[in-house]
């Protein structure tokens, strides 16, 4: 190879991954995020680290740096983050702005973090959502122990107030079962709040038959919380000794589903004349779907069968006799 | 009175009988149960239901493969084919003689013999239950089994629903079957005649 072919290879090279380094920050931080958030350009200060899975360590005195790996657990996903109900939040809103520098100082580690009520607490605005009851359910609930907060379950980086605005409810369970699965499913996460043995869920609910279908189809909550009328999610997680294990609270006519799972549209009148009928669209919960009109004309012709037999007995009972 | 004897249940049809009775009374029961249940504690609980009704259908769907392949090794299945043209009037004239004919003490329409093991009223009712009927049912029985096979939505209700109300319009179908065919069954010549050959295997019958 001749020098200058060589030279223009490495141009080429050179031009094509400035390229490609450039198209991949863009993709990084898309346009809608500038749409519901104003300080996009300011949280970039703490996304470079921690949007990323890997982030640069630079010694200003010495001119050195490293990559070092970003542990997932202080990772936030940019997108997650731009549709969760905070999208339009700084990072230093909630967080001290001493976080700014790195390492870190050891005292912004003991920050307070402002609580929902704190900001949501008798607020008209947010009167729909009662967070003021949701608070006292919480306080009774089985999780109201030490450094256990409303944040250990919203993530206050991606919660989204799913099941309200869920088209789909299955995806609406999936995410509220994760919420649980969160600690439940994850032992290192467990741990650092009890010094209890590890649950192993799945072992825990054997007892329900089909317990897949049943995980994709009621969420955790069913069972474990106190019914509440005023509130949509119930928030009392009660011990494990009073949760839900009669198949009947859910398989019967009035299914316990219908004040919880689908409190929403139950409200919507009955679809087609079926009992139940909002879970028809979805789901079929065996005991709870029936059609009185169904009933009402099967019990008819069964009546109307056993007439006709009896009838048809009497006349061979007669003609026997007058034989 | 003489008594004419023919051999007409051979002891294969009377074994796949006898379970398929057994376990469809099961399954009548527990059906029930499912349909209606309550909060409360019923005859009986939920999940002994639940698996009792499992473990019927299951046995119930085998038994019904060794029928289908008992017809069709045996020969059995002759007598669940061959429909002439004048099917509607064999019909009329076997509904005529229930209706008023065996009142008069005249004689059945259509004897019963080697050929002939059922009357076309049988014949029709037999092939419509085990041919039509209990295929749905096992089918969307064990659709209802493995949830997971069922199509999501059709026209924005539920698979499951759709498959459910086809399980519970045929399961009410073969319990109006089997209120008759235990009824037309007592019409042998004394009530307990035909009960008898379902045991023993022989049709009987006064010359
Ligand atoms: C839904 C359940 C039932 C079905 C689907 C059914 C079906 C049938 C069929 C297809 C036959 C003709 C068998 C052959 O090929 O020879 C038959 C005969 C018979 N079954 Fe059933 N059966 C049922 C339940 C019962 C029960 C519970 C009893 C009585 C306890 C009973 C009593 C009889 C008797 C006595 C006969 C012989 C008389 C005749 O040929 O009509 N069956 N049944």
Redesign the interface.
Known sequence: MTKPIRFFLILLLAATSTLIAQSDDSLKIKSSYFEVNDFVEDNEACLKCHGEEKYLIEDPNSGRSITNHMCPDRTIDRDAFYSSVHKAFSCTDCHSYDFMTFPHPLEVRFEEHFMCLDCHGYDESFAQYHFEDIEMEFQKSIHNMEDFSCWKCHDPHSYKAFMRNAEDLTEAILYDNNMCLKCHANFSRFTLLTDREEINVVKSHEWL??QT?HFKSVRCIECHTAISDSILIPHQIMPKADAVK????C????SRLMHTLYKFQSKEERKGGFVNGV??????V??A??SPF?DKL?FL??AG??LG?AF??F??IR?KKTK | MATHRIYLYPIWIRIWHIINAITFLLLVFTGIA???????TGLIK??TA??LHNICALLLTFNYGFFVIGNIISGNGKYYKGWKKDMTDNLWTQAKF?ISG??KKESHPFAINKERKFNPLQKISYVAVMYICMPLIIISGLGLMF??TIIG?IF???G??LT?FLH?IMA?VL??FL??HL?TCTLGDKPGTLFKSMINGYHEEHE
């Open positions: 038959p089909n279908a009669r198949c009947t609270e398989h019967s006519r009035d879970i028809m669209t979805d789901y079929f065996i005991g779907n029936k169904l099967s012709i069964l069968t056993l037999i048809h007995t006349l061979r003609n | 499912l349909h209606y249940a309550t909060t409360g939920f999940e639940v698996n229930y065996m009142f949830p997971e939505q924005k209700v539920s499951l629903a459910d519970q009410f319990l109006i209120l008759v009824y």
